[in-house]
């Protein structure tokens, strides 16, 4: 399995990044769609590309990180900007937390050993799911390990995409949990 490497951390805020993968656009995607902004989860939170522009948008952001490298680096970049509305949770393992609004996995899903663990996780939440279009490229994780929009409608199981988006590298989808006798019209 490939995992992203923190000697790699650089190119997470790079200009080419930003280019290619707007923060704002993939925030402001899923939070039309989020009626109370209180509190969102940003899983695989790095060094905070989206950790930031969540915690203008929400009163509460709690950033799930696995690495401590990585999580070291994000809490640098919350005290040099002044942002004091983010929690950085480091840890494998899907992690206790009150009710949220907005769960982000961005480009994180395919490095899981339990991707769907995490996804049922999200219980009540809506979902913004980024992950690398599962095609060949010079860059990202290998083809194989990616995960197709289809694999994460199988792997979130009681939820159901709302909104789909192609970027030109990645895609976004937003799930919410499934309604009974609702129907999924997306995919």
Do not use: C
């Not at 988006?165 to 976004?172: D, P, S, T, V």
């Amino acid at each position: 399995m490939h995992l992203f490497s923190p000697e790699h951390a650089g190119v997470l805020n790079s200009e080419w990044r930003r280019r290619v993968f707007p923060a704002e656009e993939v925030i402001e995607f899923a939070v039309r769609e989020v009626p109370q902004r209180g509190t969102a989860v940003d899983v695989g939170a790095g060094t905070g590309y989206l950790t930031v522009p969540l915690a203008r948008a929400f009163k509460k952001v709690y950033a799930i990180e696995i690495s401590p490298k990585m999580a070291e680096k994000l809490e640098d970049r919350l005290r040099r900007e002044g942002i004091t509305n983010v929690e950085v949770i480091v840890t494998e393992e899907p992690p206790d937390l009150r009710e949220f609004d907005l769960a982000v996995f961005s480009s994180v899903l395919h490095e899981m050993e339990r991707p769907g663990e995490y996804l049922r996780w999200a219980g009540k939440a809506l979902v913004l799911v980024a992950e690398w279009k599962k095609e060949p490229m010079p860059f990202g994780p290998p083809v194989e390990e990616r995960l197709s929009p289809e694999d994460i409608v199988r792997l979130a199981g009681n939820f159901e995409p709302v909104k789909y988006r192609e970027l030109e590298y990645h895609y976004l989808m937003l799930l919410r949990p499934k309604v009974r006798g609702g129907r999924n019209g997306i995919l």
